[in-house]
């Protein structure tokens, strides 16, 4: 997640190998390597806080709506820091998509300016996911320990009270001894996420390798901390750094070939992304759905699907129209052979799909009983969504759509388990 980018020498000393290669190895990504980010998939259980606080005003349900996501988060680490990494990394994401999907639907604004408002979702969202954003950027500035100390301290002293932004700011100052009223403020005072562009540049030099990360804010400058991961051959090392100046360099020295570089590579701030969407996001705006079948083959057959599926979803209306394209989020039911659209989708977007089999993240999905669903956005009109559920045999989409599932950006079945999952980057 975040910004990737390939190491040319990598690739250069490769491509002669990968034309030759008869077949394509489907190989795992290597396991990351935490030793210099141990802290931050890690939280002892005994210094999570404890009690509850009460908002005085709106402009402090960031952090009650806040700390009890990021409570939960951290709640769920095991003494597997690979398996906390994951977690966080998802939890995370999922919070940025859905600050996301919500801004691109609603008007986003500060989360200190919020107000009780039960026309949309983003007076419950956007303070919510900037105050889990807060918090986990304090714990990455100030340490587990000291982090820790700060929150309890704001559970102890305001149990069963009303607190406010300023009380919450300056329990963290006289506990750290350090001047944090920025370090909120700009993450609580303004709308928007921070914008940043990266350049990586890799030199080798003897048996050794130097990765430079260069690091450019547009716009806002923002204080932050966050992740970059190094892909090397047997090992994914993840570093940390504290970002403070519009412009900033980054240089880690390897022994071993690094293949690709991801900066941000826990999520650790929020960013903007073209590719957003879960199925989730389908209950946020389910009465301008509609369902399009396919209608090249077996068209009774779809028809029956589509019709079994929407009454799963709770739908009253199955759609196969062209104009409904551009002005509601769809539900694409089957792969290239039966549906016109998902071949039209599977072309706009690179994706190969066929009639018995289909490929994602390099490997092939051959057997009858596979299926991927994918949440892109609508390539008729960007603000909409679709939600596609391809499948190698009609038995299989049936399988996949006789039950509700939490899915993030992409779900691999294997008959009606998901076996695979995660979220769709650029």
């Known amino acids: ?94 919070l940025n998509y859905r600050y996301l999907y919500t801004t691109s639907r609603e008007k986003d604004f500060a989360a200190i300016n919020v107000s009780t408002d039960y026309s949309g979702f983003g007076s419950y969202y956007i303070p919510r996911i900037k105050g889990v954003f807060v918090l986990h950027q304090l714990r990455l500035l100030l340490g ?60 080798k030099k003897d048996s050794s390798w130097t990765v430079t990360v260069k690091v450019n804010q547009i716009g806002k400058v923002y204080h932050f901390i966050s992740t970059i991961s190094f892909e090397m051959d047997k090992a994914t090392i993840v570093k940390q750094v504290e970002v403070t100046k519009p412009e900033q360099s980054f240089s880690f020295n390897f022994n071993s070939t690094p293949i690709a570089t ?46 079994r599926f929407s009454k799963t979803l709770a739908d009253r209306f199955t759609e196969k129209i062209l104009p409904v394209f551009e002005s509601h989020d769809l539900v694409v039911l089957g792969n290239t052979a039966y549906n016109c659209l998902t071949e039209k989708i599977a ?51 049936y399988q996949m759509l006789k039950s509700m599932q939490r899915m993030p950006g992409f779900a691999i079945f294997k008959s009606d388990q998901i076996v695979s999952k995660g979220y769709i980057t650029e």
Request: glycine share 4%.
């Open 262 to 307: 991801v900066f941000n590579a826990g999520n650790d701030i929020p960013v903007d992304k073209q590719f957003f969407y879960t199925f989730t996001n389908f209950y946020d705006d389910f009465a301008n759905t509609r369902i399009i079948y396919g209608t090249n083959s077996e068209i009774e057959a779809q028809h029956t699907l589509a019709l």
């Open 347 to 397: 072309k706009i977007y690179n994706i190969r799909i066929d009639k018995n089999s289909f490929i994602w993240q390099g490997k092939t999905y051959a057997d009858s009983d596979d299926g991927i669903f994918l949440a892109l956005p609508n390539p008729y009109n960007k603000k909409h969504v679709i939600y596609l559920f391809s499948a190698n045999s009609s038995l299989q989409l």
């Open 144 to 203: 587990n320990d000291l982090f820790a100390k700060c929150m309890q301290k704001i559970h102890e002293n305001f149990r069963e009270k009303d607190i406010t932004t300023s009380d919450i700011v300056s329990i963290f100052e006289k506990t750290t001894g350090k001047d944090l009223k920025e370090f909120f403020s700009q993450w609580l005072n303004a709308d928007g996420v921070p914008k940043v562009k990266i350049i990586t540049e890799t030199e």
């Open 1 to 94: 997640l975040g910004y990737t980018t390939i190491n040319p020498v990598f690739v250069a000393g490769h491509i002669k190998e990968l034309l030759e290669a008869k077949s394509i190895v489907n190989k795992t990504a290597p396991a990351a390597e935490l030793n210099d980010v141990q802290a931050i998939y890690s939280f002892p259980k005994s210094s999570l806080w404890k009690n509850t606080v009460y908002p005085k005003a709106d402009e402090s349900n960031w952090f009650i709506s806040g700390t009890a996501a990021y409570w939960n988060s951290l709640n769920g680490f095991s003494p597997n820091t690979n398996k906390n990494f994951q977690l966080l990394k998802d939890d995370l994401t999922d």
